[in-house]
Nanobody
Framework: QVQLVESGGGLVQPGGSLRLSCVASGSIFSSYAMGWYRQAPGKQRESVAGIISGGKPNYADSVKGRFTISRDNAKNTVYLQMNSLKPEDTAVYYC???????????????WGQGTQVTVSS
């Protein structure tokens, strides 16, 4: 089993900042990619940012220049620094990890439970 635990969500005013964290634990042989998705009420889940081991991060156009993703491989942790937040960033943010759970196994995708981010004055 792989567990992902997110933290750092909350209520922030427009223009403010938040930092999300996601710690992956459990049966992880190797980690291929980690990323963040979000889902606003009435909308589909969308990719926000992702980073592959040894690769460059990628971002949704809507957050480029405002959000920064980073990861600490030793801690199996991924972060999302969110600056200049806008009301349209309001959503539940989900952490995703693509890992190999044991030697010889295929890649598998895992999700956290989500953390609410609300941007409002």
């Amino acid at each position: 089993q792989v567990q992902l635990v997110e933290s750092g969500g909350g209520l922030v005013q427009p223009g403010g900042s938040l930092r999300l964290s996601c710690v992956a634990s459990g049966s992880i042989f190797s980690s291929y990619a980690m990323g963040w998705y979000r889902q606003a009420p009435g909308k589909q889940r969308e990719s926000v940012a992702g980073i592959i081991s040894g690769g460059k991060p990628n971002y949704a156009d809507s957050v480029k220049g405002r959000f920064t993703i980073s990861r600490d491989n030793a801690k199996n942790t991924v972060y999302l620094q969110m600056n200049s937040l806008k009301p349209e960033d309001t959503a539940v943010y989900y952490c995703n990890a693509v890992v190999v759970v044991r030697a010889g196994a295929q890649l598998s995708s895992h999700w956290g439970q989500g953390t609410q981010v609300t941007v409002s004055s």
